[in-house]
């Protein structure tokens, strides 16, 4: 099976205290073109977190020490946004359920097939690099909502609103030349080339304001 490009940032984490297993997917994952780290614990994988890491993880439910499902609240507590998978035996299979209603993309239970895990990994980075995109998005329109002045900024929530530049300059007193120097000066700032486009940035990026 032909896996689909990673982006060249993005790394694979195979945390199972199991060599064999890690061995075998890192041979599995490499021959078909991922970057790959394996690491045999939770606590070796924690000491070298970074929020900026990109990619996902592949991660055994039970191992000693600190379990799957314990780094996997932790990493949930740190805001870690990288899709995670877990490997799961027959009887753990309640565990893996439980992750993927706390956001768990998937889980899969040994044995697995190639074909299998190498689809699992291909959504997780589809998804992760979406995602990815999206933050990168929200924040870049957080900054240019930041570079507005009030009154502009008074003149956007209107336009939002769907009022017309009547309209804004009897609900700010100004007038209707003043309030199209300021829809020119939002459109710039926001880098919008059209109502729609405006619309678009300023609604996407609420969300990530109330995070």
Known sequence: MSALPAEPDQIIYIIDD???????????????GYRVQALESAERFLARYDENLTGCLVLDVRMPGMSGLELFEELGRRRCTLPVIFITGHGDVPMAVSALKKGAVDFIEKPF????????IEQCLASERENRGKRRQEADTARRLAQLTQRER???????????NKQIADVLGISIKTVEVHRARV??????HSLAELVQHVVSAEPAATR
């Open 187 to 192: 459109m710039e700032k926001m880098g919008a």
């Open 113 to 120: 097939t190639d074909r299998d895990m190498l689809g699992l």
């Open 18 to 32: 199991d060599e064999a297993l890690r061995d075998s997917l890192v041979w599995l994952l490499e021959s078909s």
């Open 154 to 164: 008074e003149v956007l929530d209107l336009i939002i609103l769907g009022k017309l």
